[in-house]
């Protein structure tokens, strides 16, 4: 009977939990897959397909239980990497892991809710670019609360003369994600599409194979200037930070 009691009282918390995190980031059919996280970041998995957005413009489906299982490790692994004081610096706290996730008809690896320090994830992302694409879809958060460590027009500026980003990042036909042997200021195509993602880019290399990054500037004067500025604006947000 005492068992009994627990168990009810632990599904009703959680229950509880669940309805007051939708009340805070407005979205449906979410239950709550891990809350104790060490640096804070509570996850929420989807149980049933959801829209939301402008005109439902956002859509992703329910997870795949064994693919919600192989990928938290990958996840949990690479989030782990940021404090609790670095995340809370940067509007994050809940991530919400779901399955083909698309924002008006364009697939994508992650969205960022600013407003609701939420980052959605999708679990279906390439597997070749997924640990990278985690820490390039938190950059957006990181620039968007240091909005003014995170110049676009100093860092346009670093560009060779005639360089031209393009309008937006879904204006661009630049989208592979491959790296570049050759960079020329630029890790992989995807960061010539906007000066934004360019930064995103370069920000995820840096958490994933910091090295790398680093011997690629040796020949190339532009990108040791982007990761420059990268690494000493988030340093002026945290200067306890390790990438």
């Not at 939301?52 to 989030?79: Q, S």
């Not at 994050?92 to 809710?113: A, Q």
């Amino acid at each position: 009977m005492r068992f009994l009691i627990i168990l009810l009282f632990a599904l009703n918390f959680s229950i509880l939990k669940a309805d007051e995190i939708y009340n805070l980031i407005k979205i449906p059919n979410l239950e709550i897959y891990k809350l104790n996280s060490s640096n804070g970041i509570r996850y929420l998995n989807t149980k049933n397909d959801f829209r939301i957005g402008v005109d439902d413009n956002i859509t992703c489906n329910k997870t795949d239980l064994k693919n919600l299982e192989n990928k938290f490790p990958i996840i949990t692994k690479n989030f782990e990497k940021y404090s609790s004081t670095f995340l809370k610096l940067n509007n994050l706290k809940y991530i919400v892991l779901c399955e083909n996730l698309f924002i008006s008809g364009i697939n994508t690896g992650g969205i960022p809710e600013f407003s609701k320090r939420t980052l959605i994830i999708d679990l279906n992302f390439n597997p070749q670019y997924f640990e990278r694409m985690l820490h390039h879809e938190f950059f957006h958060m990181i620039q968007n609360s240091h909005n003014d460590l995170f110049d676009e027009a100093l860092w346009t500026s670093f560009n060779e003369n005639g360089f031209k980003y393009a309008e937006c990042s879904t204006c661009s036909d630049q989208l592979n994600l491959d790296l570049y042997q050759n960079t020329d200021g630029f890790l992989t195509e995807y960061s010539k599409s906007i000066a934004s993602e360019d930064m995103a880019e370069i920000f995820s290399f840096l958490m994933v194979d910091k090295n790398m990054v680093e011997s690629k500037t040796i020949n190339d004067q532009i990108l040791k200037n982007k990761m420059d500025m990268i690494l000493k604006s988030i340093h002026q947000i945290d200067n306890q930070f390790n990438f």
